[in-house]
């Protein structure tokens, strides 16, 4: 047995020693804080497809006998969604608003939104307005509610359409 290898089996000892020092030390501090004392929190989250851009066309006869005899769909209808505009109101005054555009390389997908913010628990009223059509001008789903938040707290901004569009959980 060289000389050297009780040298390098103490090297490898004294190093792995470290790691684990740094690794347990951090796996428990500094000490995470999620949120300040008196705050809670409000999530964003959604993922919807909006409303279809336009509205279906037929083709003249023309148009159809211009087409390979496989392609004579008499309809043309558009395959790219509305993008999804949200707009959340705490107290009366504005706190966030956002567009989401749809996914998809033909912007045919559903659009997800994804917003979080610390805010101070107490009392608030939440107003949250959705458009998912751009046909239509202003919001067409609105949901409000008046919530009173603990500190720690999280309140959840969803949308689904099949259960009454805008929840607030």
Same mark, same amino acid.
């Given at each position: ?36 004392? @008196? ?5 964003? &989250?959604?993922?919807?497809? +909006?409303?279809?851009?336009? @509205? #279906?066309?037929?083709? &003249? ?15 043309? #209808?558009?395959?790219?969604? &509305? ?7 705490? @107290? +009366? ?5 956002? *567009? ?11 659009? &997800? ?19 998912? @059509? ?13 919530? *009173? ?14 259960? +009454? ?5």
């Amino acid at each position: 047995m060289p000389a050297e290898t009780p040298l390098r089996y103490g090297g490898q000892a004294v190093l792995y020693a470290a790691f684990a020092v740094f690794v347990g030390y951090f796996s428990a501090a500094p000490a995470y804080q999620h949120l300040g004392p @008196d705050e809670a929190l409000l999530r964003l &989250s959604f993922r919807h497809p +909006g409303a279809i851009v336009s @509205d #279906c066309r037929q083709r &003249s006869a023309e148009e159809l006998a211009k087409l390979p005899p496989h392609l004579r769909a008499e309809q043309v #209808c558009p395959r790219e969604r &509305s993008p999804v505009r949200v707009r959340v109101q705490l @107290d +009366g005054s504005l706190l966030y608003e956002d *567009t989401f555009a749809p996914s998809g390389l033909r912007r045919d997908g559903a659009a &997800s939104g994804y917003y979080r913010q610390p805010i101070p628990a107490g009392e608030h009223h939440l107003k949250v307005e959705v458009n998912d @059509d751009v046909r239509v001008d202003g919001f067409n789903h609105i949901g409000e509610r008046s919530i *009173t938040l603990a500190p720690g707290q999280v309140v959840l901004i969803d949308f689904i359409a099949d259960q +009454g569009g805008v929840l607030i959980k």
